[in-house]
């Protein structure tokens, strides 16, 4: 960095002090003590340079476009120094790079928003609206998946077929302590106890999920936002069928990354391996690359119709109930009928999911044989173990997902105000057309 090259505030963090000069002539604004600190700095810059260089002369009134000279001057009603205005200019006519350098500050000013700005006046993060919600989907997908990981542990343990020991003794362990909810004499909440081995029993897993859905996630939003950018140049379908074909390409491109991360999480959870680390080195070892991808085909054929049926069900509730308020539903509204359209998905999509995980654990070496054996064991019933755990999931994974995207986005913002961080207690009260669509993906 130069000798000429001045320490400033940027003016767009100073710009929205708009009183009058002579109201602050009588009262000191509190950047006054932080102003006099960087002008000192500048007039120690200023005393190191060539003595062959003469500061140049700035008009009083004239504001320059970058520098804390003016900034000050407006918003503090002080004159700016000479050789803090000379400073200032040759920041702003001089060398850019040296500009850029000196000039990052983080500056907060009463009644307005903290922004880290460049000498150029723009934010150092520029996300477009695209970029800003595969992040926020990505960040509250991840979360969410973190909050239902207990329900996923409980569903998987429930469908594994010829259990390892430690399993076949949590099974009875749930059965033989049941917990009952009476009213009076009567029973009306009878089901297994599911935490008899502690809370920290059902998050077996938890890394493995996590470590998987980031990137999981990541991939089918961007390809969810790529696909649906290509369908709407190049066709005039309905939003619904661009949702449709959008969602569906993004749940088949991040097979690839979610596959492998199910498979060792499945295995942590049904006690098959007491770790994510030595589950994915004994699956490494004994089957290769190939062992880590059990279960890719009936993730295929689950996940497409669950999106279809989640997606067409929601429009047409929604449909149905607009039309008998003649009015935007709220989001707590739009919630509910999510969360009714994706445990219906669940539902229809369960006799698959329970193919998947019986094939990731272990416990079948084919679809064919997965179903063969589930009937021959437990009847047609037997397709649907695990059928209320992974409905639950899917109905609070609606909720969840979309107030955690609320926040994100909200926090991804590039120009917060005030008004954005009490939006979460005003979020569902909302008026809505829709919720993201997006939310209708993977369970």
Same mark, same amino acid.
């Given at each position: ?9 940027? &003016? ?65 009603? &002080? ?33 307005? *928003? ?102 999981? *996630? ?122 009714? *359209? ?75 105000? &005030? &008004? ?24």
């Amino acid at each position: 960095m130069s000798d000429e090259a001045a320490v400033y505030l940027t &003016a767009s963090s100073l710009r929205q002090c708009s009183q009058p000069q002579q109201q602050h002539q009588h009262q000191q604004h509190p950047l006054a003590s932080l102003a006099s600190s960087v002008q000192g700095i500048q007039s120690a810059l200023a005393g190191r340079s060539s003595p062959s260089r003469a500061p140049l002369p700035v008009p009083r009134r004239q504001k320059p476009s970058k520098g804390v000279s003016a900034g000050v001057e407006h918003c503090l009603g &002080a004159p700016a120094s000479p050789v803090a205005s000379a400073n200032s200019q040759i920041a702003g006519n001089g060398s850019q790079r040296a500009s850029r350098a000196a000039g990052l500050v983080f500056a907060t000013v009463p009644g307005a *928003s903290s922004i880290l700005s460049s000498a150029d006046e723009q934010p150092l993060l520029l996300l477009s609206d695209t970029v800003r919600h595969i992040f926020a989907g990505t960040a509250a997908r991840t979360l969410a998946q973190a909050f239902i990981h207990p329900l996923d542990t409980i569903k998987t343990r429930l469908q594994v077929a010829a259990p390892a020991q430690e399993l076949a003794s949590w099974r009875n362990n749930v059965r033989e302590h049941p917990l009952d909810l009476y009213i009076g004499k009567r029973r009306v909440v009878h089901t297994g106890n599911w935490l008899i081995n502690g809370p920290r029993d059902v998050y077996l897993g938890l890394t493995g999920a996590i470590v998987g859905t980031l990137p999981t *996630s990541l991939v089918y939003f961007a390809a969810y936002e790529w696909c649906k950018q290509q369908l709407e140049k190049r066709s005039s379908s309905s939003s619904a069928l661009t949702h449709l074909g959008s969602a569906s390409f993004g749940a088949v491109a991040s097979v690839f990354v979610r596959v492998p991360a199910d498979t060792v999480k499945h295995r942590v959870q049904a006690y098959v391996f007491p770790n994510v680390l030595q589950a994915t080195q004994t699956i490494y070892r004994s089957r290769g690359l190939g062992g880590f991808y059990a279960g890719l085909l009936p993730t295929l054929l689950r996940d497409v119709p669950e999106i279809a049926i989640q997606f067409t069900l929601y429009e047409k509730l929604r449909q149905v109930f607009q039309k008998k308020d003649s009015a935007k539903l709220e989001t707590w509204q739009h919630l509910v009928l999510g969360g009714l *359209s994706g445990a219906s998905a669940a539902l229809a999509t369960t006799p698959l999911d329970l193919i998947k995980t019986r094939l990731q654990v272990g416990s079948a070496g084919s679809v064919r044989q997965a179903v063969a054996l589930t009937v021959q064991e437990q009847g047609p019933k037997g397709l649907f173990a695990g059928l209320g755990p992974r409905m639950s999931q899917a109905a609070a994974m609606s909720a969840l997902f979309f107030t955690f995207f609320e926040f994100w986005k909200a926090t991804l913002k590039t120009d917060r105000t &005030a &008004a954005d961080r009490l939006l979460m207690p005003k979020i569902l009260r909302k008026r809505r057309q829709h919720v993201w669509k997006r939310q209708f993906s993977f369970q």
